[in-house]
């Protein structure tokens, strides 16, 4: 405790928080061990081991629960299997060492079988459905006793040494179990601050937008179980060579895997540290809790516990990192007026000339229920043209705009995409479409709220930057051009929507796509701002980008637009020059009305 | 102050429930809180009861005896109270547990600190199976639950209904943790080699809301005698339910659990009488072999104001007694003294208020422990065998 | 064949006592959208406050519902108001499901502290007599619980569709905000609904009581269940809720004969997880949004 008070006081004023806060946690993982050496006490070490244990796993749960945001109340599955792996591979003279890489290994197969056909439910939903997965596993154990021993449980001969993981003294147990929490750690401090973070975060808030930024949206989730699984298993491993005893009761309990869950929960779900934080300061609690109430009467020490649960959820809803958030980042707030100057490259004063085709679009169909949405669509796109959009309200231009980047099927017809290479190819998914460099907007914006500015921009970077110091390059650069610098830091809520549409648009732009879908962008912002988006727009044409943009503000789509197309109840009625285009008379009858043709 | 003392006060002691004077203590470990509370809580009574008796006749070696009391709540805790027991208030030896995977559990911890073990009411297999130097079993386990009921079977209700044992329709059910798992197991094996027809041995979960579909089951194979182990919940719901479906067979076992507790007897009334079971030694037993039992009821009355639940206190105490006394009559409370002080234990049957006598054999099972078989007759359970120990006829057939 | 008519008869009585209380589950999970851990604790309330009421006062237990219902609406609202409705605006939607968690432990310990492990029986009054058809067996207390069942469903779905509050509980379930834009108090109806819910399960609690024994745990069996049947009859869809605890009482049953009952919660869970990814809009519901669960 000393020690911690001299060295705030000491290094107190010139440090950022951040390094404050890794200060902070470096001498709490260095206490995890120091108190129970010092104290020299059995007790205390159990007490420290079962610290260590619920940190990690629930560090490694965290990994799923928090980075990608699927609420698992099933994950002692993933720790069961890697227990019993351990004890069946120690009872044919296999070293746990190497069981729990095989328990790992199974709980890899077991995570991937388990969660690929439940990404689709969400919230609740995913949560029951691991929750029955659990239920199941915990009954096959029981009936498959050949196996798993059934209800009576295997145990492990106690074979002393560190081959076998089992010990006298309590020290080498204390050191896996320490050097198992520092493992999954590591692991996820590197996948919060690696790309698979930025995709994990990304797909939590925001799927259609990460599946838009060319994330493999499953993939990753996929890579996140897997990885909180085998981590998950590790541990189970190594518990229950601590155990020396396993059961289906306790290894494949609902109970247990809310437990892991909670310490995250309370911790501050999807944090790197929020998950030791949890356990290490509710597991004492909880043994002392026990240890005063629980000869009381039987049932208070639950009741308290209970009581205390609710109490922690209603006050700390975003746990103990949130309460930490507040105290350090309250003075770093980004101020200012957020329409900064648009850094626009002058426009070249040669007028544009449009290359050669770079998308097809070909006999679009699409029917929703007894609504034909889309009619008949067709057009071809040229390199560095600007293509609008334009239509009244619901005559199907999103909808275009969907089939045009993979996120609906057409009924009939087809899209074609250049590839770099000049192939022509026929994409098929978000992901397809990403890679062959097409990148798209949302008409409502979507931004991953919980991301800053500039980590927003770097999951659109990572497409072509798999590092994340060279996204995080390429992503200031495209702040900077789209006027997002000063705001790098700032959380994505806080902009304005001018500011939200800006974002929309560095995100795709971070791709570095050679077809640019833009789906009014300018809606909702103010002149001045429409006229920089016009000039950021014709600047990045100029680079051999082509655009096609829906767009409501007719000013804009007339200065903007190469060429134009007009869409009315999902069939293109007009198509060619703006300036003649706006004189169809098809056209204003759309807009307008029959009455105006002729006035 | 050194730190170490500092951190030993603050962070140590404030999970330790003070300490009272006393010169020689011993832990007692049993689930106190969570789903085996109300046994576990019963089983520790008679722990009790029997510490304050010794602490009245001047204690043993000359020095009082104070209880510690841990909490298994689930297996880690188990551990983690074991530890705390032998690191923190140093008892000498841990008695315990009532749970079969928490006594499992704990006492291979106590195995590695070298504490003696005493379990006195776990009747898992595994718990003595293990080649342990420290642990020591009093009570019997699920082998003996097993054997005593096949044996009744061909002792008494095959010869009372007037047919060979092997003519029997026999069907085991049981709840499907190891409790339940391993009588059934030793009942179908025994059985076997006995030669009876066991026909169908079924696990259902103890929680279960619904057992129409087994009771249907062991009517549709015309079963007529049914073991079943089981908790109280899934003891009322058979027996509700087999009398709904018109199931009526000629015998039922129940193996311990909730065919052993009033509550049962109360909550489906008439449909218990006749109903066997095989458990500890309960209170209607013939006192003649089981000396000491009317003074225990008394002392149980006296200290906690109401009748003993089941006769978990009553085999605990039993335990208790024999094991501390034969640790008295040591010569210290270093392990290994201990170890050789109850190792010459030799208590003969009918010398114990459970009536079976305490000698450790083979892995260290007390290979004097018995059950008893016992009937509910006239809202009352009343021993019925084996013989000597019975007070009241055996009633089966018409 | 006389036996599998008996396994069919107990399947469908079995699966009136999930329905009555799936269908209170099926206004909370369906309509304010929460998980409720404790939906389970609430029945075992309703029984413990059946029983006390039916000995103490020496009533029939099914009268008791008189004020058994009324007092888990309370509790219900309550829940909402002081644990719910603070989390709704949390930025993570996990929380309320770890609330109900915790709320679910306390009422379980406090029964354990009040009324201790042993279980309670309250007086049958006449509800555990049989009646015979044909060659099948049932109980009286049985049927009064599937009678009871589908009058509260008809009751609750006239209730849904003929009065003003009951079409506001729709719009809300169906659009929050744009419910709210019409004037609805959307913080009201979740109140008033998660008790209509909890009030459901009492009444069921007073049915159920006379036939099977008490304990504090009964809760837990029954709550995995309720989900079940409500995912299998299609979020919020009340026939659906019960129709679906007519499919898990008669898969539990015959499972439980034709398979073994040790595996039988097996049978039920992977079926639960068959609809849950092959049709997650359950048997009998209609097309619903699954994304107005999660934002």
């Not at chain 1, 097409?438 to 931004?447: C, K």
């Not at chain 2, 030793?186 to 169908?200: R, S």
């Not at chain 3, 009421?53 to 009533?59: F, Y």
């Not at chain 3, 539990?252 to 849950?276: H, N, P």
Request: glycine share 12%; hydrophobic share 50%.
């Amino acid at each position: 405790m000393t020690d911690t008070t001299s060295m705030t006081q000491a290094s107190g004023g010139g440090l950022s928080a951040q390094k404050l806060g890794l200060i902070a946690v470096a001498v709490l993982l260095a206490g995890l061990i120091a108190v129970p050496v010092a104290v020299g006490d059995e007790f205390v070490y159990h007490i420290f081991i079962t610290i260590c244990l619920f940190a990690a796993l629930s560090t490694a749960w965290n990994i799923v629960g928090g980075y990608a945001g699927q609420l698992s109340l099933g994950h002692a599955i993933f720790y069961g299997i890697g227990g019993y792996a351990g004890v069946i591979l120690v009872n044919l003279g296999i070293s746990p060492w190497f069981g729990m890489f095989a328990g790992a290994a199974v709980a890899v197969v077991a995570a991937i079988v388990v969660s690929w056909p439940c990404f689709r439910l969400h919230g609740p939903f995913f949560a029951l459905a691991t929750i029955a997965f659990l239920e199941v596993f915990r009954v096959l154990a029981l009936h498959f006793r050949e196996l798993t021993g059934g209800a009576t449980g295997l145990m492990i001969q106690l074979n002393i040494g560190w081959e076998w993981m089992v010990f006298r003294e309590r020290l080498p147990a204390l050191l896996i179990a320490f050097g198992m929490l520092l493992v999954c750690l590591a692991v996820a401090w590197a996948i919060r601050s690696h790309r698979l973070g930025f995709y994990l975060v990304a797909t939590r808030e925001r799927e259609s937008a990460a599946k838009a930024a060319g994330v493999g949206t499953v993939k990753v989730r996929l890579m996140a179980v897997s990885i909180s699984a085998a981590l998950s298993a590790m541990v189970g491993t190594f518990h229950a060579m601590y155990l020396t005893f396993i059961e289906p009761e306790s290894m494949f309990s609902l109970q247990f895997s809310i437990q892991i869950a909670m310490f995250a929960l309370i911790g501050g779900i999807g944090t790197v540290w929020g998950p030791l934080l949890g356990a290490v300061l509710l597991v004492p609690i909880t043994e002392f809790a026990r240890g005063a109430l629980g000869s009381e009467a039987i049932g208070l020490h639950g009741f308290v516990y209970g009581v205390v649960l609710m109490l922690v959820v209603l006050f700390l809803p975003n746990g103990i990192m949130g309460v930490v958030h507040r105290f350090t980042s309250g003075s770093e707030k980004t101020e200012g007026e957020q329409a900064a100057p648009v850094a626009a490259a002058p426009r070249s004063a040669v007028p544009h000339e449009a290359g050669r085709e770079v998308m097809r679009v070909e006999g679009l169909q699409k029917h929703f229920g007894g609504l034909h949405v889309t009619n008949d669509v067709g057009f071809t796109l040229r390199e560095g043209e600007i293509l609008g959009v334009i239509g009244p309200n619901g005559a199907g231009k999103t909808t275009v705009f969907n089939m045009l980047s993979g996120f609906l099927k057409p009924d009939e017809g087809r899209v074609s995409v250049l590839s770099p290479s000049g192939e022509w190819q026929e994409p098929a998914t978000p992901a397809d479409f990403a890679t062959l460099g097409v990148g798209r907007t949302f008409q409502i914006v979507q931004p991953f709220a919980a991301m800053t500015v500039e980590e927003n921009i770097m999951v659109g970077a990572f497409h072509r930057h798999p590092h994340v110091g060279d996204a995080r390059e390429a992503a200031r650069e495209t702040a900077h051009r789209m006027g997002l610098g000063p705001y790098l830091n700032a959380e994505a809520a806080s902009l304005t929507i001018g500011g939200l549409k800006r974002l929309e648009v560095a995100r795709v732009m971070a791709m570095e796509p050679r077809i640019l879908l833009l789906d009014e962008v300018m809606a909702g912002i103010n002149q001045t701002d429409v006229r920089r988006a016009v000039d950021l727009m014709l600047s990045i044409r100029d680079t051999g980008v082509s655009i096609i943009a829906i767009e409501h503000v007719m000013q804009a789509v007339m200065s903007l637009s190469d060429r134009v197309i007009v869409i009315n109840s999902g069939q293109i009625i007009a198509q060619g020059d703006p300036q003649e285009v706006v004189r169809d008379e098809h056209v204003i009858e759309a807009y307008l009305g029959k009455e105006f043709t002729h006035a | 102050m050194t730190l170490k003392t500092l951190l030993t006060a603050t962070a140590v002691s404030a999970l330790v429930a003070g300490a009272a004077q006393a010169e020689v203590k011993f832990g007692a470990l049993y689930p106190f809180s969570g789903g085996l509370a109300l046994l576990g809580e019963e089983s520790f009574r008679g722990v009790e009861l029997a510490v304050d008796e010794i602490n009245a006749a001047g204690g043993i070696q000359g020095e009082q005896i104070e209880l510690v009391r841990g909490d298994a709540v689930d297996n880690n805790q188990a551990i983690g109270e074991a530890r705390r027991l032998i690191s923190r208030e140093d008892v000498k030896a841990i008695l315990g547990t009532y749970s079969s995977s928490r006594s499992i559990a704990a006492s291979q911890v106590a195995e590695l600190s070298g504490i003696p073990y005493f379990e006195l009411g776990a009747v898992a297999d595994e718990v003595t199976g293990r080649d342990l130097q420290y642990l020591f079993r009093t009570n019997p386990t699920a082998e003996t639950m097993g054997i005593m009921t096949i044996d009744m079977i061909l002792d008494e209700i095959a010869p009372g209904l007037g047919v060979e044992a092997s003519d029997l329709v026999i069907g085991v059910i049981h709840e499907d943790s190891a409790y339940g798992t391993s009588v059934a197991g030793h009942q179908e094996e025994y059985g076997a080699e006995k030669g009876l027809n066991i026909v169908t041995v079924q696990g259902y979960p103890s929680s279960t809301v619904d057992m129409s579909s087994l009771v249907l089951d062991l009517k549709d194979r015309s079963v007529n005698i049914v073991l079943q182990t089981s908790y109280q919940n899934d003891s009322v719901l058979f027996l509700n339910q087999s009398a709904e479906a018109g199931f009526e067979p000629d015998a039922i076992i129940g193996g311990g659990g909730g065919y052993s507790l009033t509550a049962t007897e109360e909550a489906v009334g008439a449909l218990m009488e006749g109903v066997l079971d095989v458990d500890f030694t309960q209170y209607a037993v013939n006192t003649e072999f089981t000396p000491g039992l009317e003074d225990f009821l008394v002392a149980y009355q006296n200290k906690y104001g109401e009748e003993p639940r089941s006769g978990h206190s009553l085999n605990n105490y039993v335990g208790a007694m024999a094991v501390l006394e034969g640790i008295g009559a040591g010569e210290g409370f270093e392990p290994d003294q201990i170890v050789a002080a109850v190792k010459a234990i030799d208590i003969p049957a009918g010398e114990t208020a459970a009536g079976y006598g305490v000698h450790f054999g083979d892995q260290n099972q007390n290979d004097r422990a018995m059950m008893m078989g016992m009937q509910w007759q006239g809202g009352k359970l009343v021993t019925v065998y084996p013989r000597d120990a019975a007070v009241a006829e055996f009633q089966i057939g018409d | 064949m006389d036996t599998f008519l008996q396994i069919v008869a107990n399947g469908l009585m079995l699966g009136g006592l999930f329905a009555i209380v799936a269908v209170g589950l099926t206004l909370i999970f369906g309509i304010v959208k929460v998980i409720n851990f404790a939906h389970g604790e609430f029945l075992m309330v309703g029984m413990y406050l059946t029983f006390l009421l039916s000995t103490g006062m020496d009533v029939h237990p099914y009268l008791t519902a008189a004020a058994v219902a009324p007092a888990l609406f309370v509790l219900g609202a309550l829940t909402q108001r002081l644990l719910i409705q603070p989390l709704m605006s949390a930025r993570d939607e996990h929380v309320q499901i770890f609330a109900t968690v915790g709320l679910s432990t306390a009422l379980m310990n406090l029964a354990l502290l009040v009324f201790g492990a042993d279980i309670a029986n309250t007086p049958a009054h006449g509800v555990r007599s049989q009646v015979m058809l044909g060659e099948v067996r049932i109980l009286t207390g049985q049927l009064w619980v599937f009678g009871a069942a589908i009058l509260l469903v008809i009751g609750l779905q006239l209730f849904m569709k003929k009065t003003r509050t009951g079409r506001a509980i729709r719009a809300t379930a169906q659009n929050r905000a744009a419910a709210r834009l019409m004037g609805i108090n959307d913080k009201f109806i979740y109140i008033l609904t998660f008790g209509l819910g909890a009030a459901c399960v009492g009444l069921g609690s007073s049915l159920i009581a006379p036939l099977y024994p008490t304990s504090p745990t009964i809760g837990t069996y029954f709550v995995l269940i309720a989900f079940v049947c409500v995912v299998l009859g299609g979020l919020g869809s009340i026939p659906g809720a019960f129709f679906g605890a007519l499919v898990i009482g008669l898969v539990d049953a015959l499972s439980g004969f034709y398979i073994g009952s040790d595996l039988r919660e097996a049978v039920v869970f992977t079926i639960f997880l068959l609809i849950l990814i092959l049709k997650p809009s359950g048997l009998f519901g209609t097309r619903m949004n699954l994304s107005h669960v999660s934002p």
